[in-house]
């Protein structure tokens, strides 16, 4: 440091003297700041493609890995290294467009924490070893001469499609195993389970463009839900000036989608199937119903009078009625049922009750449209839930297993402590995981293989949502491994299907077999393809396929939902309902050693690198903390401490802390950064599809006596009356013409 | 594409002239004969000839005086160029279709070395490169900050093709800025490369002046 004291006021001044002077001269200095003559190496080609020319861009055309939507990517490379993704035009999914997420996917492939070289654990310690070191050991445990009890394998992976589904599931019946775990934090699985039940299929069409008012129960459709760059798409449509739908949003907590709609609702967490129904009763009375609806469902939504239901929801009868008449008069309506609906306690219910307002109100077959499936069903998504982290969880607790693999997913991070599934992976004999970093699993592991990133390997997706047509989107690399000791997934389970199996021989590596199955799927499913070897490659131009694929029909079952109670939270002095709730950017926390991702606002809050808890100002004053003070949120099962963020945007009686945060591993950008609230959630099911309700989980919060500065974009809520933005109020607006 | 500066270029004068009486043609066919000779003589009398600076350009001004830096192999730019009069834009081919000019693949370089000076010792080194499948790692000498967005393509779109100037004089052109690389082996820094010198050219030239043109 310079003993010279300056104080702001000397220094900007000799700035302004100083920098008048250098400002011309300093054109002329030497340009020796980023370089030297002869410091820098320039390696030129040795024999380029005619296409490369240093400097300019090529771009090829691939599949987004960030969420599990299936977005069509165009990679722009050069100088052999992939720079920016933008959106592939082509893809039905997208358009062309992609989310935050998918731009930061280079800052995944690039991470700086990436596992470059095998890991095994040896006296206790995770050493690196070479690949033939772990090969071995692989084969000792799992190869064909290993004398693996099959029954005893188990393989968690998150959702997976296309080639890489088919490969795990010979694998698995190569081995006799029938213990695949898909799993999700971020999933629709209630959604799905209710449309399948109901309208007799899955995975069902959601036309918002064609809606004119949309009640979206939790649905953070334009954040995390299914597909939300299709889903901001098809909105922006929907918002079109001339036809301005109307959005209504029933949550507790505001989410991304919440922030845009016309009329948010927070009402009382767990009772919006309730409202559901009260809407449905009210629409029936006044005959607003679009379908013939029986006497015996008609008595039975006579129990919900608009004065009970405003009772229990919390949410004022005009309100109800005003909802109602919205659906009404702004026909199509399309009732959509989210995360904190689904994974509540009577998440089927309640979902149940969004759907028979669906068919009350006439959506199924407008706003609501049959699926079309990818004809090849061995190639259709499995979409993973919380259900099967459950059943992993209670295998492991019953010593069921002797051989783990992990791929993509990192149960370690997500499961809450009341599953006991640190202690129960612990104890199993060999753990391999497949990672490309060094997440809170692979830390776990026996033996960790560091794959490829999802721009340096060869896949196939098949979206679990489809939209026009049934699309197979191939992932093809962008550039070059940047590791040279890791691999793609395909080829290590290539290298183990062959020890078993004649049928795998013939490919050197996944490539191979990929491009075999890929041209020798049937007419029937790619159309014709006079000359395989051009379908290929024409494929591969195109990123994607778009093909007919089976139309579903949609029924429609006309059934009022039972609740066995009316399961809602009286908020105490200190007692609250837990909202983990998670947000497009940081998803399930699986982005959180981004940079872009960190450093990027949470849509509502503007928080950046770190975790909050939300409170509502009301909660705030009775439990006297304000702005940055530290809280403890303590469960039945743990605790976590956080920093408090007050804003109205959430319900007085629930607290809400976002996904992603607290790692406790996954390298440098992500570890021990703020609090991770899956750890303490009690472990409570939905009752009818067994899932994980992660939203019912009630906690005491209590002060702490630390404070710390929250960080984030955005100094105040309020313009203060320095009127940046300028608004009149509607009524003035009808008074005035717009003139006053 | 005309530029505003004082002295027209021969060829955009020729076309005009062709459109004019017949005395005008002959005034001008006089001068070139005149300055043709004029070259001729200095090319004949001086022992080094400076590189004639094309007339539609003003030259930016300005020198440095770079090292001469150790290459893996000792390129010699003084055979291809003075004694070939192999054109810069034969081996530096990306320079008139992307940001940089580029360093010739190496394919480019066997492709006439297969069967040109093939025992030299420079072409030997070249050679067990070429047989390993590895490119020289050669060091860079001309370059700009990373804040600094330069173009040779626009630069040679302007100053060559839109100006109608003989493609085969083009080192007279990248001579501005890379110095008479047809005197030099391997590459030598002989201009600053610095704002300053950027600057005054633009403004002498009428090029941008916005800063956000190369600082973005």
Redesign the interface.
């Known amino acids: 440091m310079s003993s010279v004291k300056l104080d702001r006021r000397q220094f900007l001044k000799m700035l302004g003297v100083g920098g008048a002077g250098t400002a011309l001269a300093?054109?002329?200095?030497?340009?020796t700041?980023?370089?030297e003559?002869?410091?820098?190496?320039?390696?030129?080609?040795?024999?380029?493609e005619e296409y490369v020319?240093?400097?300019?861009g090529v771009y090829f055309a691939s599949t987004c890995t960030q969420c599990n939507a299936g977005c069509g990517i165009h990679g722009r490379v050069r100088e052999g290294r992939v720079l920016k993704i933008e959106g592939n035009p082509d893809s039905p999914v997208n358009t062309g467009k992609t989310c935050m997420m998918g731009q930061a996917g280079v800052q995944t492939h690039f991470n700086p924490d990436r596992i470059t070289a095998p890991m095994m654990r040896k006296s206790g310690r995770l050493q690196t070893v070479t690949w033939d070191e772990a090969t071995a050991e692989l084969n000792k445990h799992v190869g064909a001469q290993s004398n693996l009890n099959g029954g005893r394998f188990a393989w968690v992976t998150g959702s997976v499609s296309g080639h890489q589904s088919v490969l795990i599931n010979e694998l698995m019946a190569q081995l006799g195993s029938t213990n695949h775990y898909a799993h999700e934090v971020v999933n629709a699985s209630v959604w799905s389970a209710v449309c399948q039940d109901m309208l007799g299929d899955a995975m069902p069409r959601l036309r918002i463009d064609k809606a004119g008012t949309i009640l979206s129960l939790g649905a953070d459709f334009l954040g995390t839900w299914i597909s939300p760059v299709h889903f901001a798409r098809e909105y922006a449509k929907f918002r079109s000036p001339a036809k301005r739908g109307v959005l209504v949003q029933v949550e507790t907590k505001m989410t991304l989608t919440g922030g845009n709609a016309d009329l948010w609702v927070p009402a009382r967490a767990g009772t919006e199937g309730i409202l559901a129904l009260g809407i449905a009763n009210f629409m029936v009375d006044r005959g607003w119903n679009k379908v013939e609806i029986p006497a015996a469902v008609r008595a039975e939504l006579a129990e919900y009078k608009i004065e009970k239901v405003a009772e229990l929801t919390g949410v004022a009868g005009s309100k109800i009625q005003r909802i109602a008449s919205l659906l009404s008069e702004r026909a199509p309506g399309l009732v959509l049922a989210g995360a904190p609906v689904e994974s509540s306690e009577q998440g089927y219910a309640s979902v149940s009750a969004a759907m028979l307002l669906n068919i009350i109100i006439g959506a199924v077959g407008t706003t609501i449209e049959p699926a079309t499936r990818f004809s090849e069903k061995a190639l259709q998504a499995k979409a993973g839930d919380t259900k099967s982290l459950l059943a992993f969880a209670k295998g492991l607790q019953e010593k069921r297993f002797d051989v783990v693999f992990i791929s993509g997913a990192n149960p370690v991070y997500t499961a809450p402590d009341a599953l006991k599934l640190v202690d129960g992976f612990e104890s199993v004999p060999f753990k391999v995981v497949f990672s490309q970093f060094p997440d809170e699993t692979t830390q776990k592991a026996d033996l960790v293989l560091p794959m490829y990133s999802a721009m340096e390997d060869w896949a196939t997706h098949v979206p679990a949502y489809q939209t026009d047509g049934a699309v197979l989107s191939v992932q093809q690399p962008l550039m070059e491994p940047l590791y040279k000791d890791t691999k793609g997934f395909g080829d290590v389970v290539i290298a183990l299907l062959k020890q078993r199996s004649k049928n795998y021989e013939q490919f050197p590596d996944y490539y191979a077999y990929l491009q075999t199955a890929m041209m020798n799927l049937p007419e029937a499913v790619t159309g014709p393809k006079p000359v395989k070897k051009e379908f290929w490659n024409g494929l591969l131009q195109k990123g994607l396929m778009v093909t007919k694929g089976d139309r579903a029909t949609l029924s429609a079952k006309l059934s009022v939902p039972v609740f066995a109670h009316a399961a809602h939270h009286e908020g105490g002095h200190d007692d609250f309902m837990l909202v983990p709730s998670a947000r497009m950017g940081m998803f399930d926390g699986r982005h959180a050693n981004v940079p872009w991702i960190q450093e990027a606002p949470d849509q509502i809050t503007k928080v950046v690198w770190d975790s909050w808890a939300e409170l509502h100002p009301e909660a705030a004053a009775k439990l006297g903390v304000a702005n940055g003070d530290l809280i403890r949120i303590a469960s039945e099962h743990g605790s976590i401490e956080t920093q408090v963020f007050i804003h109205k945007g959430i319900r007085p009686d629930v607290i809400g802390v976002p996904l992603g945060q607290g790692h406790e591993e996954y390298g440098r950008y992500a570890k021990g950064r703020g609090a991770n609230p899956l750890k303490i959630l009690n472990p409570v099911l939905e009752q009818k599809t067994g899932e994980l309700a992660m939203y019912a989980t009630k906690v005491k919060v209590s002060k702490t006596r630390k404070t710390v500065k929250l960080v984030k974009m955005g100094g105040s809520d309020t313009q203060a009356g320095r009127q940046f933005v300028l608004t009149v109020s509607a009524d003035k607006l009808r008074r005035t013409e717009g003139e006053g | 594409m005309r530029f505003k500066i004082g002295c027209m270029n021969i060829s955009s004068a020729r076309n005009q002239s062709t459109q004019r009486a017949g005395s005008g043609l002959a005034f001008w066919r006089g001068w070139v004969a005149l300055m043709a000779f004029a070259a001729f003589v200095t090319v004949s009398f001086s022992a080094r000839a400076e590189l004639p600076v094309p007339a539609h350009i003003k030259p930016p001004v300005g020198t440095h005086q770079g090292e001469k830096v150790p290459q893996p192999i000792e390129f010699p730019h003084n055979i291809h160029v003075k004694i070939n009069k192999i054109n810069c834009m034969y081996c530096h081919t990306y320079a008139r279709r992307s940001n940089v000019a580029g360093i010739p693949p190496t394919s480019k370089c066997y492709g006439c070395h297969k069967v040109i000076a093939t025992d030299k010792p420079r072409i030997v080194k070249l050679m067990e490169y070429w047989e390993k499948g590895e490119s020289p790692r050669w060091k860079k000498v001309h370059d700009v900050p990373d804040f600094v967005h330069f173009s040779h393509q626009k630069h040679i779109k302007r100053f060559v093709f839109d100006a109608d100037f003989p493609v085969e004089d083009v080192q007279q052109v990248c001579g501005l800025c890379h110095g008479e690389l047809r005197e030099m082996t391997v590459a030598e820094k002989k201009k600053p490369l610095n704002m300053g010198f950027c600057q005054r050219c633009h403004k002498a030239n009428g090029g941008p002046g916005d800063c956000w043109k190369c600082h973005k």
């Open positions: 300093g054109c002329d200095l030497p340009t700041i980023t370089l003559e002869g410091k820098e190496e320039v390696v030129s080609y040795l024999l380029p020319i240093p400097g300019v």
